[in-house]
């Protein structure tokens, strides 16, 4: 049996699944019932000084009939009193001490730092997440975004929080910047942990195009929002690996950001996080997807005889290389299995306006499955990408005789390339 | 033109198959795999660009979508609903081949019409007038879209029709739980308003209106007559009350009422799709006891699968690889007397049955109407109209199409053709020195 403890930093979990700091984690009634789903942690719903939200404050990107793939928010930290937060953080730990009740805080002055941190603490926290990342509003009044943009910044709020607590801290930072590595390293410079990645992406949702105001609509504007669900994991898993790859950072990551089910969790593990948070995938579906995430991540490591997350964290990061380094003669073509082709020729167009025309219809009109003309197929995936039907074209790998060669082979030591296809 | 009863038989049925709610139609047009050179377009006699009108559903551009459908198809609200999609577009879906339940293309398709025609989208106007004028005989589907394809080139047109009502089989024939009449009728009058059609009901040509007369009135003659009244097989007893021709039956009950009080047996000569239709409309009547009597058997019916599929679902019986040799009764139907034929559909000697009626409906065929035309020098084989691959009859300037001269297909085969012949008609008066054939 598979041990899925986590640990990030010293905060250790039953499982890596916490929820995010977000709606779903915004009270010790919610988090209980979480915690009785199967979820291994949460990170409480930013605290500070509470606020007053807007409405509404939620927007959505549709595609293909499928709601929401994409999600947006303009919510900013808790509405809630201080001390009913404090009393819940309480209660649940005491309910459930064995699971990771992380407390995400967001205050401006040193003093507001010192005392909130040790009300956390006294309350029963594991650990902290300082909210460097809130995009919308917070970062107007010179907080979230605002500090996980200033290195210098980070770091020193970093320290200060390290200073003053007994508890393992984290830094949660923000996508919203060119190159993630310098902040990753200013917050282990202030002391952290680990850090917590990605906040929410900076974004305008859509546009309600009959009232001409961006959305969501709140009476008669709109405001750019925090841009998250299944859409931003892309954006997540690269900032996740870019600081895993970097050999002068070293302390764990707590991945967030579009994470769907085990398999979206599987990845981040893979690029390197010791924990998974999920905010959007739980407000549009609930608690309950924990348990295929429990069940599918435990199935993966028996598959793959992994005892425990340590055995595979960051086991993806070797791989991901400068694109110098791959090999330009390695060559795969595309192949159709004519048994499984249904005939709907979407491949075909894909290919002719979008790629390399190299995909053409049978000679016998009455056979609708399409023909690859191999000479010409670049081996770029679109054609396989488009197929409706799973397995029907495979990307195989040919031998056309050449070692391995990379650009950088090439340009540093003329390394032989093969000959360009498709480049007439 | 006639107005239909309120009061009328068919009213007593329910759509078969449901109106999409925008919800439903959404999900199932973003399913569409949008396919290339898509073999659902092929499959449509019309060649409606299928992907294209399901795509713009997903996206919410129903109007366009409609646009779609009517550009290839003026008719495309009936057929939505009158189409025998299983052996047309559906049923060459590829979803097929993946094992996967085809898209609901006529689901789809009867969603975008109707939106059209509930919020009153225009989108055909005449063409500016060319000075040249068209007969149109008959108001059916064929004479419909030739009538309004020849309106769009700017030719004036005049339909002539035999009966108080347009629309031909589609208003009189089809099965009310598919479309029943006053859907088609409103469909008759939607066409008409690109206006410039002159419609002349209770105008029979060769009676109330010589055939050749058409040629001094008119620059050029579309001939959409379709078929004629059902046969009859000379049977002893037809004349009984109850004995009824079955596409007569079906416009009875369509356009007013049948009496159906007191039928408790109910039989069905034929094994094709009006006998199918006859089968599925009494079991939908609650009529408890009917029977199919058909001299083929299974495997060789004329009637498509899926038809005999749902009729046998709702409780017909058949009697495989039998004839009524007579039907009995005093004054009024009461039984059938049947013979029980062998494989090769030979009557077995001494083997006779019979059946308990108190309708029998006969839809064993219908007359062919084209033979009027031979002494015009019209070529006729078998009573259908031959026409070339535009639609021209070999009579200078005539043209033809729908069950007239395809020997009875489906409404879809008609509009596709009354749209073709229109196009040729149009090439023809533009190019008056063309020979017929030489299009
Ligand atoms: C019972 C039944 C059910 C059917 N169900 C379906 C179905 O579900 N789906 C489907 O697609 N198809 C169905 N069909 C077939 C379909 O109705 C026909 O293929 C279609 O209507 C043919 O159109 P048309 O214009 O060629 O002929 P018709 O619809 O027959 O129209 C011909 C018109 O010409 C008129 N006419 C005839 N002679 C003259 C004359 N000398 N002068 C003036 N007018 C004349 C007639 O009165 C008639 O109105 C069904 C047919 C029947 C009989
Ligand atoms: C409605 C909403 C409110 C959020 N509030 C907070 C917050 O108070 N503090 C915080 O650190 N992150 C907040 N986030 C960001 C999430 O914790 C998370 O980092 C982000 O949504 C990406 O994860 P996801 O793709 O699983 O949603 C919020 C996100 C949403 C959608
Ligand atoms: S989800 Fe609940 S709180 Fe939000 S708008 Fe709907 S009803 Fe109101
Ligand atoms: S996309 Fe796939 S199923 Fe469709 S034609 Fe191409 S290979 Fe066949
Ligand atoms: S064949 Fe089916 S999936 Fe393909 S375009 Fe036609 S309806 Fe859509």
Redesign the pocket.
Known sequence: MPDLTSNTGGIVSPNPFWL????P?NSGEQIQRAFDHGWGGA?W??LGTPIQNVSS??GAVNYGGKRAIG???I????DRPLEVNFKEIYETKKKYPKHAIIV?L?VETKEEWKDIIKRSIDAGADGL?L?F??PHGMCERGM?SAVGQEPKVNEEITSWAVEYSTVPVLS?LTPNVGDIVPHGLASQRGGAHGV?????IKSIIGVDIDNFVPQPVVGTQSSNG?Y???A??PI?LHMLAALSRDPGFNIPISG?????NWRDAVEFILLGASSV???????LKGYRIVEDMIEGLEDYMRQHNFETLDDFVGKAVPAYSEWGNLDLNFESIAKIDPEACIGCQVCMTACHDGAHQCIHPNDDPAIRVPVIDESECVGCNLCQIVCPVDGCISMVEVDNGYDSATWNEHVNLGAKLRPKKGAH | MLKLPEDRTETHFDDYKKAYTDNQAAVEANRCLYCVDAPCIKACPTSINIPEFIRKIATGNVKGSAKTIFESNILGMSCARVCPVEVLCVGDCVYNEMGVPPIEIGKLQRYSTDTAYEEGWEYFEAGPDTGHSVAVVGGGPAGLAAAHELRRYGHAVTIFEAGDILGGLNTTGVAPYKMKADASVAEVQWILNIGGIDVKTNTTVGKDIGWEELDQKFDAVFVGIGIGPDKTLDTPGEDLDGVIGAVDWIAQMKLGTYDMSGIEHAVVVGGGNTAMDCLRELCGLDVPHVTMVYRGDEDRMSGYDHEWDAAKKLGARPEWLSLPLEYQGSGKVESVRCQRLDSDRKPIAGDEFTLQADLVLLGVGQTKLGEQLEPLGVEVEWGRLLVDHHGGLNRKGWFAGGDASNGAKEVVNAAAEGKLAARSIHNYLSAATTAPGDL
């Open positions: 995010a700091s977000a709606p984690a990170v719903k930013t404050r939620f999600f947006n928010n919510e900013l930290i808790t995400s967001m997440e909210n990342g809130c979230g949660k917590s990645l990605i906040n929410t925090g998250c669900g299944a931003v994991r997540a967030i950001g579009g994470v769907t948070q999920v905010c959007t995938e739980v407000m």
